[in-house]
């Protein structure tokens, strides 16, 4: 969860969609939502308000089965953010999230760090402008303890395979110094902050974090910035699997081996004829991931000669 000195994330404010723009995203939100999700009656649950943060309003219920969980529900409209990096950018900005992104958010929260967040269902709400706007109803297990510090997030996501991005990245200041990155399983995880913890006696859990996988050039941005490269085994089954699917790539294989068994020698691997042609035609060594799939990609439409 942003702290109170972060933008306001407002349906018409700070960063977000306008006009028709964002009434588009608005609709394909509530067809998702409807969709996926069973619309609730907030009445039923019982509340009574606790907080309000940036992205949720927060609030306990008197029922047995939500006795030990806190109800969070979404701003109206609102789903957080999730980081994002546009093509040709040296740097990693930010964009407002749908529901659908808001979702996985969730389900990976759950899945990376054991969390038990329960996506309860949908409500209608009316936002600033009086409008009604589509929010959705979690529930979360409470947990006591107090804020750990900004050393043991960081030593925590460390045991966990985390590397910190560095803060020259990140253009949107409460991010800059607590995001995350694994890249054996590409997960970028954003917001860190002590407020988004809870240190108990058996140690370190998440309470609101950003959760995303990163794609494209974000990704790549990610895997540069903090020096990390794929071993041969892993770039070559990417390539080659990539080759197999296009009808040139595997008309150039065959015709690579049939030369090489003409030359007499040993056959050396697709990947390595095809992609050494690119990489020494453009002057560049393609170590990372998608610099290789974009190479072999070019490699696989070159035509017969």
């Known amino acids: 969860m942003p702290p109170d000195d972060a933008p306001a994330l407002r349906i018409d ?15 394909e939100d509530a067809r998702i939502a409807s969709s996926l999700l069973d619309p609730i009656e907030l009445r039923e649950l019982q509340l009574t308000h606790l907080a309000t943060g940036q992205e949720h309003a927060v ?12 109800i969070k529900i979404t701003r109206p409209g609102g789903y957080g953010i999730i980081m ?22 969730v389900i990976r929260q759950n899945r990376v760090f054991a969390d038990n967040i329960e996506i309860l269902g949908w409500i209608r709400q009316k936002n600033e402008n009086g409008a009604l706007s589509m929010c959705l109803v979690t529930a979360q297990k409470f947990r006591a303890g107090t804020p750990p510090g900004q050393e043991e997030i960081q030593d925590y996501m460390k045991s966990l395979g985390f590397s910190r991005v560095p ?4 253009t949107l200041d409460y991010l800059k110094a607590h995001s995350f ?13 002590s407020a988004n913890f809870v240190k108990a006696d058996d140690g370190l859990a998440v309470i609101d974090v950003i959760v995303q996988r990163p794609t494209g050039h974000l990704r790549q941005l990610l895997r540069e910035c903090l020096g990390l490269r794929l ?6 089954q990417q390539l080659d ?4 699917s296009t009808p040139a790539g595997r008309e150039r294989a065959k015709q690579a081996v049939r030369l090489v068994e003409d030359l007499g020698g040993p056959t050396p691997s697709l990947t390595a004829l095809r992609i050494a042609a690119v990489r020494y035609a453009r002057g560049e060594s393609c170590h990372d991931l998608d610099a290789c799939l ?3 990609a070019e490699a696989a439409s070159i035509p017969r000669h």
Not at 231 to 236: C, F, M, P, Y
Not at 241 to 244: G, M
């Open 59 to 70: 609030y306990s219920s008197t029922l047995k089965k939500f006795a030990d969980k806190v």
């Open 84 to 105: 994002e990096a546009k093509p040709g950018a040296d740097v990693i900005g930010w964009r407002r999230a749908g529901i659908r992104e808001y979702l996985q958010r």
């Open 241 to 244: 699997q990539l080759v197999r």
């Open 167 to 170: 803060p020259a990245m990140i």
């Open 13 to 27: 404010g700070y960063g977000w969609p306008q006009g028709e723009s964002s009434r588009t995203a608005a609709e």
């Open 294 to 296: 974009e190479a072999h």
């Open 231 to 236: 071993d041969g085994a892993q770039i070559k």
């Open 181 to 193: 990155y694994a890249g054996s399983h590409n997960l970028l995880v954003s917001d860190c902050r």
